[in-house]
C-alpha cells in the first residue's frame, strides 16, 4: 500500500529524509510551508496523509476533521508536553520532532488504516452511524465522542434532545420546563441552547447573556481546552428551589452558526456528560444536508449540529403543534428523521393541546388521527395549550414551575419528566383543554 504524504514545516526535514532513505510505503509528495497549502493539497485527493510539525500548535478539532473529510490522516510532531496534551484531546496522532523514520511511517500507516475502517464499515454495513447525512461529516472526527466519556465510577450524563419541525411547535417550551423540573428535583442538569436558526433559552431564562456559552465552549472544545473546570466556568446559572439549572446559552445572531462546529460540538456533549447527570439540548428544526450542492470543496453545514446532536442523544422528544397544520407537518418531519437518522425512536409530545383547533375530547382525536396517518407509535403526552401560564413564564423569564406551578401545563411537563408534583398524584388524570 503506498501512502502519498504531504508535510508543513521546517523541523520535518530530517525525520522525512529518514522515510524518503527506507524506501517504504510512506512516500512523501509535497512539502508545503504552510497550513492554508497543506489544507489545499489534502483537497486535492493527491495524499493520504499529512505530517504537521512547526505549525501543529495552530491544529484544532475543526482542521483535523476537515482533513478526515478529504479522506487525509493527520500526523503532528511536537515536543512541547503540554501541546502533546492537547493534540491527545484532540485524538490526534502525534510524536516527538525527533522520531525514528520508521516509527513515523507506522504512525503513518496506522492512522491511515484508522480514518479508513469507519468508511469501510459504512460499505459493509457494519456501523451505527449516520447513513447518507453521514457523509456530510466526513470520515471522521477528531474530537472524542460522548461515548468514550464514561464517569470514572463508570456512570455518565445522558443527553436528551428537544426537536420538531419548522413553525415553534414549542421545542424550547418543553426543553427549558423539562431542565427546570429535573433541576429542581436534584438532578443536575445542564441545558444546552444548539438551535442554529433562532436560540432563545436565554430569554426564556432571563438571561441577558451577550457571550453565547455554547459558542465559548466550542471554541474550546475545537483547541482540545476544554476541560470540566472551564464547562462549569462558561455555563450560566439559574437558581431553581434552591437547586442550580446550568446553562450553555445560545448563538447571539443566527449568523454566528459557523461557530457551532460538529467537531468541537461533540467535545463540548463529552465534556457535559462528566460534569451533569441529565443534558437537555435545545434542536434547531432543519435536518437537510444539501450545502455541498453549491460549493466545490467541503463547506460549513448549518444544520450538522443539529444531527450530530440527535444522533448522540440517549432520548428525543418530537415536538408538534396539535392542530390540522402542526400534525401533518411533523408526520413529514419524522419521515425526514428516519431517514437522516436511522434507527432513532423519538419520543412524540403534541403541545398546544385544546378542543377548539381538533374538537371535542382534543387527546382522542388527535389519538385516533396519530394511529390512522401517523408513522407508527404512540404519543407521549399531550401538552394542553395553556397560554396564560406560557405568556405569564416568558414575561417573567423563569421556569413553570415558578410562575405558574398550578398549571395544567406545568403538571403535563413535569409528568413527562418524571417528576412528582405536591398535590397530584402520579397517574392521577390531567386537567383536559376546553
Known amino acids: 500500500m503506498n501512502i502519498p504524504v504531504a508535510t508543513v514545516g521546517a523541523a520535518t526535514a530530517g525525520v522525512l529524509d529518514g522515510l524518503e532513505r527506507l524506501q517504504g510505503p510512506v512516500t512523501v509528495v509535497r512539502r508545503c510551508t504552510e497550513l492554508t497549502e497543506l489544507i489545499a493539497v489534502s ?199 434552591g437547586h442550580r439549572l446550568s446553562v450553555l446559552t445560545g448563538i447571539t445572531r443566527s449568523d454566528r452558526w459557523v461557530e457551532l462546529r460538529p467537531a468541537a460540538l461533540s467535545g463540548v456533549l463529552a465534556a457535559a456528560r462528566r460534569i451533569a447527570d441529565l443534558i437537555i439540548v435545545d434542536c434547531g428544526f432543519s435536518l437537510e444536508t444539501d450545502e455541498e450542492l453549491s460549493f466545490d470543496t467541503m463547506a460549513p453545514r448549518r444544520n450538522a449540529s443539529t444531527l450530530l446532536v440527535l444522533e448522540a442523544a440517549d432520548t428525543v422528544y418530537a415536538v408538534g403543534t396539535a392542530d390540522s397544520v402542526g400534525v401533518p407537518r411533523l408526520v413529514r418531519a419524522l419521515a425526514d428523521l428516519a431517514g437522516a437518522v436511522p434507527g432513532l425512536e423519538p419520543r412524540v409530545v403534541l403541545n398546544k393541546v385544546r378542543a377548539s383547533s381538533v374538537g371535542r375530547q382534543p387527546e382522542n382525536q388527535l389519538r385516533g388521527a396519530w394511529e390512522r396517518f401517523g408513522p407508527g407509535g404512540g404519543i407521549a403526552a399531550f401538552l394542553p395549550a395553556d397560554y396564560d401560564a406560557a405568556d405569564a413564564s416568558l414575561l417573567s423569564g423563569t421556569a413553570l414551575l415558578e410562575t405558574a406551578p398550578a398549571s395544567a401545563l406545568r403538571a403535563s411537563i413535569a409528568e413527562l419528566a418524571g417528576v412528582q408534583v405536591p398535590g397530584r398524584r402520579r397517574g392521577a388524570p390531567r386537567t383536559r383543554a376546553k
Open 43 to 241: 483537497q486535492s485527493g493527491t495524499v493520504r496523509a499529512a505530517v504537521v510539525a512547526d505549525e501543529a500548535g495552530e491544529l484544532t478539532a475543526a482542521l483535523a476533521e476537515r482533513l478526515a473529510a478529504a479522506g487525509v490522516a493527520l500526523v503532528a510532531l511536537a515536543d512541547d508536553s503540554i501541546l502533546r496534551q492537547r493534540l491527545e484531546a484532540l485524538r490526534i496522532v502525534n510524536a516527538p520532532s525527533g522520531v525514528d523514520p520508521g516509527a513515523l511511517a507506522d504512525l503513518i500507516s496506522a492512522a491511515v488504516q484508522a480514518l479508513e475502517q469507519p468508511v469501510q464499515d459504512a460499505q459493509t454495513g457494519s456501523s451505527n452511524s449516520l447513513a447518507d447525512p453521514a457523509a456530510a461529516f466526513g470520515a471522521g472526527t477528531a474530537a472524542p465522542g460522548p461515548d468514550d466519556t464514561a464517569l470514572p465510577d463508570g456512570r455518565r450524563g445522558t443527553v436528551t434532545a428537544v426537536w420538531g419541525p419548522a413553525g415553534a411547535p414549542g421545542r424550547t417550551t418543553l426543553a427549558v420546563n423539562l431542565a427546570a423540573e429535573a433541576a429542581a428535583a436534584g438532578t443536575a442538569v445542564l441545558l444546552i441552547d444548539a438551535d442554529t436558526y433562532g436560540s432563545s433559552v436565554a430569554v426564556s431564562l432571563g438571561l441577558l447573556d451577550e457571550s453565547a456559552g455554547l459558542a465559548q465552549a466550542c471554541r474550546l472544545a475545537d483547541q482540545g481546552l476544554l476541560d470540566d473546570a472551564a464547562l462549569r466556568r462558561i455555563s450560566a446559572g439559574v437558581s431553581l428551589r
